[in-house]
T-cell receptor
Framework: EPEVTQTPSHQVTQMGQEVILRCVPISNHLYFYWYRQILGQKVEFLVSFYNNEISEKSEIFDDQFSVERPDGSNFTLKIRSTKLEDSAMYFC?????????????FGSGTRLTVV | GENVEQHPSTLSVQEGDSAVIKCTYSDSASNYFPWYKQELGKRPQLIIDIRSNVGEKKDQRIAVTLNKTAKHFSLHITETQPEDSAVYFCAANLSNTGNQFYFGTGTSLTVIP
């Protein structure tokens, strides 16, 4: 079964540092997403990406966040200057179609710890 | 925007009993409702979904019902087994907003052997 892969699985960074979380979506999927989940809380939407541009972003996704698809396979989330409250599990997801109501496939997540 | 509420937050059942988790949503335009199972430290995995033109869907021991009028949908697990223990999230999709999913707050299900 096709998978969404994320690296690293765990990243520890100092407050104020930049981090880049990497994702390889399923190859024939067209829509890409980042979600985050603070420990013990619900999954929260950050951003969706289609056709090489952001299609929607939440209020969480402020100027400190950016996404990029630098090549045909990778999809990255960058946090420019991390804060303690950025500590969370970050999930990448991809889906094949928009508007056809296909469920997402989630990656296994990157646990970001900001110290 | 959409608001999805989920109850209960925790649920313990004896092995073999049934478990029911309920969700409500606020936006009547939402038209797709997946359920995800998340085991400790792992990714959410889709277990069943229902579209707004369907009232009920079943897959072996799992079923989902949708009441569009009341704007609520429920997950039913019958003959529960210890491996059903996990956190379950409902979600609602408003398909004209970039396919964003709005998640419920989760239900931690414990099946007691």
């Amino acid at each position: 079964e096709p998978e969404v892969t994320q690296t690293p699985s765990h990243q520890v960074t100092q407050m104020g540092q930049e981090v880049i979380l990497r994702c390889v979506p399923i190859s024939n999927h067209l829509y890409f997403y980042w979600y985050r989940q603070i420990l013990g809380q619900k999954v929260e939407f950050l951003v969706s990406f289609y056709n090489n541009e952001i299609s929607e972003k939440s209020e969480i996704f402020d100027d400190q966040f950016s996404v990029e698809r630098p090549d045909g396979s990778n999809f990255t989330l960058k946090i420019r200057s991390t804060k303690l409250e950025d500590s969370a599990m970050y999930f990448c997801a991809s889906s094949e179609w928009q508007g056809r109501n296909y469920g997402y496939t989630f990656g296994s997540g990157t646990r970001l710890t900001v110290v | 925007g959409e608001n999805v509420e989920q109850h209960p937050s925790t649920l313990s059942v004896q092995e073999g009993d049934s478990a029911v988790i309920k969700c409500t949503y606020s936006d009547s335009a939402s038209n797709y409702f997946p359920w995800y199972k998340q085991e400790l430290g792992k990714r959410p995995q889709l277990i069943i979904d229902i579209r707004s033109n369907v009232g009920e869907k079943k897959d072996q021991r799992i079923a989902v019902t949708l009441n569009k009028t009341a704007k609520h949908f429920s997950l039913h697990i019958t003959e529960t087994q210890p491996e059903d223990s996990a956190v379950y999230f409902c979600a609602a999709n408003l398909s004209n907003t970039g396919n964003q999913f709005y998640f419920g707050t989760g239900t931690s299900l414990t099946v007691i052997p």
